[in-house]
């Protein structure tokens, strides 16, 4: 399955494959960007752990993936099945329909997503909330504040299950009956920190528990900053809620800048060690200064949240039409609006607007503006 396949309609994936694709993401030295010049070239990961050694040699890799793929040969996929069942977990590939989308389009998206639990349309809407592992009493009772307002309006909170911003998210937004996502830097089967097991329990029962890493690997300080552009590839923005100047949560805001997302932030004491980070950022790197949810909800046009979800319910294949459904709601958007946000060119914007219309999902409104068909918005 070449690695230009990876939009969302998409052929089933063989168990063969998939274990391929598992075994050949964790070779040492093959990432994101050198896995996916091995599909185009190879086609499948199957035929990537068939290569003759000859065939490798002419691909642009090092001497020590090359040995590593070789030695990859020796695992056995079928067992790579039944590990992760046991684990009752499962692994998503790029070109699985359920691989979140958001994730698929930023520069390196992880070929392979471990998952424990289950993710939902609702997760398109997402927002990330980071920050300190040493919280403050008023970065608690912010963090916990937005969290459930966000989560009343149905949007999906995204965090990295640390202790303190990340740990008070996750259980702000269970309690207020809202879904919630955590993502790892260790194995699925390795919860870090230990004491956070039941936590995660409790998120993988409505939400998800995801991770890049392989079942069986250790928590190590080398895999949270890659796991931290995930948190932001999962997500329509990020908002840090303290930080120190060398926070963790600040390299989650600088992947978002860099994949086009929103970044917000939560202002603070400006004698306070925990808000150095936070501060910075409204100040140096134009992050939206928050004070409540709404802010947020306002920014992201997701106001009208639960409307959207329900459209997404009906997403067409086309991604095109998917993308532009999911940037409207019942409040007029201007065209140039649209293809700005979309990132999409003028005239398919336009063509796409014009068969979205007659398929009755919008409407016009005059002035070059539209909305979601009233049935729709509903």
């Known amino acids: 399955m070449a690695a230009d396949d990876r939009g969302p309609g998409v052929a089933q994936v063989t168990d063969e494959e998939r274990a391929a694709w598992i075994v050949v993401s964790r070779v040492p030295g093959i990432g994101p960007i050198t896995f996916k010049l091995l599909l185009e070239h190879f086609g499948s990961a199957v035929d990537i752990l068939r290569a003759p050694e000859a065939t490798l040699a002419r691909v642009s890799l090092d001497s020590r993936a090359r040995s590593g793929l070789i030695a990859a040969r020796r695992v056995s996929l ?11 977990a499962r692994a998503l590939v790029w070109s699985d329909a359920e691989y979140p989308r958001r994730l698929r389009e930023i520069h390196d998206p992880p070929p392979v997503l471990y998952i424990r639990g289950s993710l939902a349309p609702a997760d398109e809407l997402a927002v990330a909330v980071v920050g300190t592992r040493r919280v403050t009493a008023y970065g608690r009772e912010v ?21 303190g911003t990340d740990s008070n998210a996750h259980r702000a937004t269970l309690a207020a009956g809202g879904r919630t996502i955590a993502v790892l830097g260790s194995g699925l089967d390795q919860i870090y920190p230990p004491e956070n097991r039941g936590l ?22 080398a895999n949270f900053p890659p796991r931290n552009r995930i948190i932001a590839g999962l997500s329509l923005g990020v908002l840090v809620v303290e930080a120190g100047q060398t926070s963790g949560a600040l390299i989650t805001a600088d ?17 306070s060690r925990t808000s150095v980070g936070t501060n910075r950022l ?5 992050a939206m200064l928050v004070i409540e949810a ?9 106001r009208s949240a639960p409307q959207q979800l329900e459209m997404i319910q009906l997403m067409p294949e086309n991604p095109a039409e998917a993308k532009l459904l999911a940037l409207l709601s019942g409040q007029p958007t201007h065209v140039d609006e649209l293809t700005r946000s979309s990132g ?28 979601l068909a009233r049935g729709v918005a509903q």
């Open 78 to 88: 079928h067992a790579e099945i039944d590990r992760l069942e046991r684990a009752n």
């Open 143 to 163: 963090a916990e504040r937005i969290c459930a307002d966000l989560a009343a309006n149905r949007v999906t909170i995204v965090s990295g299950l640390a202790r």
């Open 200 to 221: 995660a329990d409790a998120i993988a029962q409505s939400g998800a528990i995801v991770t890049e890493y392989a079942l069986g690997t250790k928590p190590d300080a």
């Open 255 to 271: 992947f978002a800048l860099q994949q086009g997302r929103e970044v917000f932030a939560v202002p603070g004491n400006v004698y």
């Open 282 to 286: 409204i100040q140096q790197s134009g």
């Open 294 to 302: 709404t802010d947020i909800l306002e920014t992201l046009n997701l």
């Open 344 to 371: 999409l060119p003028s005239y398919e914007v336009a063509s796409t607007l014009t068969m979205l219309e007659l398929k009755g999902y919008v409407r016009a409104v005059g002035g070059a503006q539209y909305i």
